[in-house]
Nanobody, 125 residues
């Protein structure tokens, strides 16, 4: 059974940092691309980043490039999203998702197969 569980969200001041975690089913990182998406109130869901652990491949949306870092720990079945220099416009519910063709799908804006429940990130003073 596939599961994805996010954690690490919260309230942070502008310029601050948060690290999100996505715990996956065992050995998922070996086969799946894990992506992070976010959705702000009244806005469409936005792709943020992905990692394909087996290829050591990563991708970042222009809006987060240089501020966010994605990484994976295969032994812990966990993908992290380190978010630095946070801005109010980063406020959203952040979701992790998994797909066997996730690199292709994120670049084409297509839907991933498996999703977590989301974690709220609020950037405000």
């Amino acid at each position: 059974q596939i599961h994805l569980v996010e954690s690490g969200g919260g309230l942070v001041q502008p310029g601050g940092s948060l690290r999100l975690s996505c715990v996956t089913s065992e050995r998922m990182l070996q086969y799946y691309t894990i992506g992070w998406f976010r959705q702000a109130p009244g806005k469409e869901r936005e792709a943020v980043s992905y990692i394909t652990y087996s290829d050591d491949a990563t991708f970042y949306a222009d809006s987060v490039k240089g501020r966010f870092v994605i990484s994976g720990d295969n032994a812990k079945n966990t993908v992290y999203l380190q978010m630095n220099s946070l801005k109010p416009e980063d406020t959203a519910v952040y979701y992790c998702a998994a797909d066997l063709a996730g690199d292709y799908k994120m670049r084409r804006g297509e839907e991933y197969d498996y999703w977590g429940q989301g974690t709220q990130v609020t950037v405000s003073s």
